[in-house]
């Protein structure tokens, strides 16, 4: 059963930093190219950051670059999302996502708010 489980959301103030986790299981995680998406409120779902599988190249939206870092750690099937310098719009729910060829996984998604 494949699972993709997000952790480390939360409140934190403007400026602040968090690190969120994504657990994954029943698939085999080192395959697989890795991203983050949020969702704000009344927005679509937009892309965050990614990771590759061969060679952990990574790739970032604009409105994150210098301020997040994906990684991943294959030996414990867990891919992480540093975000620092934190501001109100980054508040939304972070989704986890795992990519191979025509295969797509979503974990549930963990709620990240940036607030004074």
């Known amino acids: 059963q494949v699972q993709l489980v997000e952790s480390g959301g939360g409140l934190v103030q403007p400026g602040g930093s968090l690190r969120l986790s994504c657990a994954a299981s029943?698939?085999?995680?080192?395959?697989?190219?890795m991203s983050w998406y949020r969702q704000a409120p009344g927005k679509e779902r937009e892309f965050v950051a990614t990771i590759s599988s061969v060679d952990s190249t990574t790739t970032y939206a604009d409105s994150v670059k210098g301020r997040f870092t994906i990684s991943r750690d294959n030996a414990k099937n867990t891919v992480y999302l540093q975000m620092d310098s934190l501001k109100p719009e980054d508040t939304a729910v972070y989704y986890c996502?795992?990519?191979?060829?025509?295969?797509?996984?979503w974990g549930q998604g963990t709620q990240v708010t940036v607030s004074s």
């Open positions: 996502n795992a990519r191979w060829a025509t295969l797509r996984y």
């Open positions: 029943g698939f085999t995680f080192s395959i697989y190219a």
